[in-house]
């Protein structure tokens, strides 16, 4: 066989190659065709809820309209995670003084077993004075969750009260007045950058 013959080959061969490319993958950086999604980029994060205060009483969302909430989902017998985050949501609201007062910090509580109102109402002491402690049934806590798209797992452990823990994400979650999702921050976040943050919600 000759040389140009194989050479003429070989480019033809090559040439098919980068034309099915083409037909198959379509212009670079084109969508599909057809009609698309559309997409508001508003996350669905909150909703109704019906839980009971710290003080014992029923509460649900329309509780807390006209206010901005700071959501945080935790437990009283949590080691670490949930007290250093509730300790920056207080520093942060601390930091930013009578201009958050429109904030209304909440914990919710994953472990409505243990968190009893009266419980709920010992520990919040520990931090913010307008801290508000949440709880309830299992269901109401477990819709409440859900709203909020939380991760919570009851897992074993001997060293826990009651032989167990909770495994949960740990995010704070700034809501508007009428109960809509602005913002989350991580609960590792620092108190200068929060308080920075909820600033420029005010």
Same mark, same amino acid.
Request: positive net charge; hydrophobic residues 40%.
């Given at each position: 066989?000759?040389w ?5 080959? $070989? ?14 993958s379509?212009t670079?950086g084109?969508e ?7 997409? !508001?980029? =508003? ?6 809820? &019906?839980?009971?205060d ?5 509460? !649900?969302?329309?509780?807390? /309209? #006209?206010r %901005? ?5 935790g437990?009283?017998? @949590?080691?670490?995670v @949930?007290?250093? *985050?509730?300790?920056v949501?207080?520093a ?6 009578? =201009? ?12 409505? *077993?243990?968190?009893?109102? /009266? $419980?709920?109402a010992?520990?919040?002491?520990s931090?913010?004075? &307008?801290? $508000? *402690?949440?709880? #309830?049934?299992e ?7 859900k709203?909020? &798209?939380v991760?919570?797992? =009851?897992?074993?452990d001997? =060293? ?18 009428s ?10 976040v620092?108190?200068? &950058?929060?308080a920075q943050e909820?600033? %420029?919600?005010?």
């Open positions: 066989m000759r140009p013959l194989v050479v003429a080959m $070989v480019v033809g061969l090559l040439a098919g190659s980068v034309i099915a490319l083409i037909v198959v379509g670079p084109r599909a065709s057809g009609p698309q999604p559309l997409t !508001t980029g =508003k996350a669905l994060i909150g909703g109704p809820f &019906r839980l009971v710290h003080k014992g009483r029923s509460v !649900t969302e329309k509780d807390f /309209a #006209g %901005k909430m700071l959501v945080f989902f437990f009283t017998s @949590c080691p670490d @949930c007290p250093s *985050g509730l300790q949501i207080s942060a609201l601390d930091k930013l003084g009578p =201009k958050a007062e429109t904030i209304t910090p909440v914990l919710i509580t994953v472990d409505p *077993g243990r968190d009893t109102p /009266a $419980v709920l010992e520990y919040v002491k931090f913010h004075p &307008r801290l $508000v *402690g949440l709880t #309830g049934s269901e109401q806590v477990q819709a409440a969750a709203a909020y &798209r991760y919570a797992k =009851k897992v074993p001997d =060293k826990s009260p009651g032989g167990y823990t909770i495994e949960h994400s740990a995010y704070l979650y700034l809501m508007d007045e109960g809509g999702f602005l913002t989350h921050f991580p609960s590792t620092g108190v200068d &950058r929060l909820l600033a %420029k919600a005010l």
